[in-house]
């Protein structure tokens, strides 16, 4: 179950917020993914940091089929958007409200998460409750750890003992 691979402390913001505190807590928190709240704290949507980032993409970008030809955005790179556009509505740039519940088992969890791009995947209780974000990598390695318990089979190689240390990486 996804409750068992996910991290407890989420932070979120209140949908009263603008997209700068929203920016200002991905910043300080280092994540990439802002549950917004409502009056009554439940979940209305979630802020990313993709969401974020898209205020400072030039607005030819979406015209663009590909990028390989273009090597840097000159000027542009070091634009922003203005303070009229961050101090916006967090509701401006919130994202609908893709979640699970914490007994949702892993393989639907990752599902999900592919079929609708998602790094991150809110959980909430049975009372629809927030109560823990899983990323692709906890989901993965969940998913993975468990294969340790299969054995070998009869043309495996068994693991070597001189495996590189992760220092050597």
């Known amino acids: 179950m996804i409750k068992n691979c996910m991290k407890r402390t989420v932070f979120s913001i209140p949908s009263t917020a603008t997209i700068r ?12 993914l802002l549950p917004v709240l409502d009056a009554q704290g439940k979940p209305v949507g979630v802020i990313r940091l993709g969401d974020l ?5 030039p607005s030819f970008f979406n015209l663009l089929p590909d990028l390989d030809f273009v090597h840097d955005f000159g000027a542009v790179e070091t634009s922003h958007p203005s303070a009229e556009e961050i101090d916006r509505s967090v509701t401006a740039l ?12 892993m393989l639907r969890a990752y599902a999900l998460m592919m079929k609708h791009n998602l790094h991150d995947l809110p959980v909430v209780s049975e009372d629809g409750a927030l109560v ?5 990598v906890d989901i993965g390695v969940e998913i993975l750890s468990a294969w340790a318990s299969i054995p070998l089979s009869r ?14 990486l």
Not at 21 to 32: F, H, M, S, T, Y
Not at 53 to 57: F, H, I, R, Y
Not at 155 to 168: F, L, Y
Request: hydrophobic residues 40%.
């Open 21 to 32: 505190q929203a920016a200002a807590l991905i910043v300080e928190r280092r994540i990439g």
């Open 53 to 57: 980032l898209s205020l400072e993409l």
């Open 94 to 105: 919130t994202q609908p409200w893709i979640f699970v519940e914490e007994t949702c088992g």
């Open 132 to 136: 823990g974000i899983a990323s692709r």
């Open 155 to 168: 043309d495996a190689i068994p693991p070597s003992r001189d495996a590189i240390p992760p220092s050597k």
